[in-house]
């Protein structure tokens, strides 16, 4: 989808859709607050990205907003289709890989792509360290935090633990000097 960011530049449609630049998010998370940001973990998360997103100028490239390996139509011998264009925008080429690593949990869908090695064939054909990843899962594990798990209650504790996990990794993995 990535190699569709020129073309779809040039439609009339590129007008409509968002641009969701790594900082934006993260300042979309601030300003949404709520009691996550009360949190230590996710409140040290949020602090130690703000300088780091602030630096990181990757260009951004068209995207469905998903990544979701189900969306893809196979033919058995290769790609003939996508569904689901409903996030479609403009974002950070490698932060949709983050989603593989938060529900690697899973045992069908997210889950294979990293136990299939996936997110880090992605990563080692484009060049992207850990390093340069982990700001990427950072944001992506508070951003998923918040949106969608609550801070306690046994409900939804396991993807709550789990995706805490994730973020701890991704914060040991930051160099905050980044820029």
């Given amino acids: 989808m990535h190699q569709?960011?020129?073309?779809i530049g040039y439609e009339d449609v590129a007008k409509e859709l968002p641009?969701?630049?790594?900082?934006?998010?993260?300042e979309g998370i601030i300003h949404r607050g709520g009691p996550w940001l009360e949190v230590g973990l996710f409140s040290e998360a949020v602090q130690r990205l703000l300088p780091i997103m602030a630096g990181i100028q990757t260009p951004l490239v068209f995207s469905n907003g998903d990544y979701n390996p189900l969306n893809f139509l196979w033919d058995g011998k290769s790609l003939i289709g996508w569904i689901d264009f409903t996030g479609a925008c403009f974002e950070d080429p490698h932060i949709g890989f983050a989603k593989f690593m938060i529900w690697a949990f899973d045992s069908y869908g997210w889950g294979a792509g990293v136990r299939g090695g996936l997110v880090e064939r992605y990563l080692y054909a484009r060049d992207v360290s850990r390093s340069d990843f982990a700001p990427r899962l950072a944001l992506r594990c508070v951003w998923r935090l918040q949106r969608d798990t609550s801070v306690a209650g046994e409900k939804d504790a396991f993807q709550r633990e789990a995706i805490l996990t994730v973020l701890r990794h991704a914060l040991a993995g930051l160099k905050?000097?980044?820029l």
């Fill in 19 to 26: 641009e969701k630049t790594m900082l934006s998010e993260l």
């Fill in 4 to 7: 569709l960011t020129e073309p």
């Fill in 176 to 178: 905050d000097n980044h």
